[in-house]
């Protein structure tokens, strides 16, 4: 009786180490998502309009100075789905 207790209990240990380890991996995740989350809504706010070009290089701490160079970098924001939900 007390090998079953052991088997079944050394079973767990691992379950229990990976259960852990996925967890501390989606933690980072969602830090790098909220990230990408606020460059994308800076340059969507650019590209309404809403903001203008100093404030956004300035937002995103860009070392970069022109329309164009922003413009090159907002691009690839354009596409990306929204990932907040």
């Given at each position: ?42 340059c ?15 937002d995103?701490?860009l ?14 924001f ?8």
């Amino acid at each position: 009786m007390y090998k079953q207790k052991m088997k079944r209990g050394i079973f767990y240990i691992p379950l229990i180490i990976f259960i852990w380890g996925c967890s501390k991996t989606s933690m980072t995740d969602s830090i790098s998502v909220s990230e990408t989350q606020r460059q994308r809504e800076v340059c969507l706010d650019w590209y309404g309009y809403r903001i203008d070009t100093k404030k956004a290089i300035s937002d995103l701490n860009l070392k970069i100075e022109t329309e164009s160079e922003l413009m090159a970098y907002c691009d690839f924001f354009k596409n990306v789905a929204d990932t907040k939900k």
